[in-house]
């Protein structure tokens, strides 16, 4: 089979590799399309100890089920899936609580073993999760994406909140969505290249580029500062703004991966207050929560979504590396 191979920064090939094998408990998914992921791209453009080379990566897939090894109801053959991507062990007390991302056994799908980017993979049956017929797989593979908004959001937003976004890519959008899902009464987003503030303003927030953004949190909160401020960008810059744009009391919620350190004011942490939380995936319960959401027509992703060629995955990569562009790639497989 085909699978697009990561054979260090920069470097995806499309390599002809054996096909696997469904072991006991598992199922081999035959996908149909897997999603871009923004930690795909931090993956191929820098070298990470995290992600090793030789690897597959992809952990937002639709697909069906190719086959199934012992244990799992072969029923469940041909069925149409989106892949759950965390494998957990299921006994610590992270899991039974369902959350699932904080297991410390807990393995990704696309990082830790081989993912999406292929024309087929096999993971364990729990981590493949049937989709209602009616749900396209343009909307059913933004389930684990927007699970990672579902997760912050229903943490961070309460009804009548004024929320900050930095960073308009395609969780910076989806974000925006959640909050107003939760009731927010105002978004405010904002990114260094406009034309990605467009998908956000799609979604209802105020898009504000680059310099003025600052003053417009101010302005729409009598100056008081956001009641929350999403940081989907994550670098010293924005975690400087994300201080200065939030009210006394507020809370700061980072999920962008632009620098893995620097220095941040802490003096405006203590003097604000302010709560700074790190959010890393989803829970059993965001996910699940996520799927309904879009089964119930939540999200209308229109022209969010480039569709390109397996073949042409190493071109799409460097695109978006390079130029930002498209908003959202669709590798197709099926
Ligand atoms: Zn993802
Ligand atoms: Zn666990």
Redesign the pocket.
């Known amino acids: 089979m085909r699978a697009l191979v990561y054979l260090g920064p920069r470097r995806m090939e499309l390599q002809e590799v054996p096909d696997p094998v469904a072991g006991p408990g598992d199922v081999v998914i035959d996908s149909v399309v897997s ?1 871009v ?4 791209l931090h993956g191929f453009r820098e070298a990470s100890p995290r992600r090793i080379p030789p690897l597959v990566m992809g ?2 897939t639709i697909g069906r089920i190719g086959a199934v090894g012992t244990g799992v109801d072969p029923e469940r053959l041909g069925q149409r899936v989106v892949l759950k ?1 965390i494998i957990s062990c299921g006994r610590c007390a992270a899991c039974r609580a369902g959350d699932i991302n904080r297991c410390r056994e807990g393995r990704l799908v696309g990082r830790d073993l081989a993912g999406g980017f292929a024309e087929r993979f096999a993971v364990p049956a729990t981590a493949a999760v049937p989709v209602p017929s009616e749900l396209p797989d343009e909307v059913a593979v933004l389930t ?2 927007l699970a ?1 908004a579902e997760h912050v959001t229903e943490r961070a937003v309460r009804e009548g909140d004024v929320v900050f976004v930095i960073g308009s890519g395609p ?1 910076g959008a989806l974000m925006v969505r959640a909050a107003f899902l939760h009731r927010a009464r105002q978004v405010i987003v904002t990114d260094t290249n406009p034309e990605r503030l467009a998908f956000a303003v799609a979604q209802g927030a105020e898009g504000v580029p680059g310099d003025d953004a600052l003053e417009a949190v101010t302005a729409a909160t009598d100056g008081w500062g956001a009641d929350v401020v999403i940081d989907a960008a994550g670098f010293e810059t924005t975690w400087a703004l994300g201080l200065q744009a939030i009210r006394p009391g507020g809370h700061i919620f980072e999920i962008g991966l632009g620098a893995p350190r620097g220095m941040v004011e802490f003096f405006t942490v203590l003097g604000k207050e302010a709560t700074i939380t790190g959010s890393y ?1 989803w829970s059993d319960q965001d996910f699940a929560r996520s799927l309904e959401l879009l089964a119930g027509g939540a999200l209308t992703p229109d022209g969010w979504l480039t569709r390109v060629p397996l073949a042409e995955g190493q071109q799409a990569f460097e695109d978006l590396a390079d130029r930002g562009q498209p908003f959202k790639v669709l590798l197709e497989l099926g």
């Open positions: 999603a992921c923004g930690s795909d952990h937002e991507p684990e994406p990672n969780i995936a």
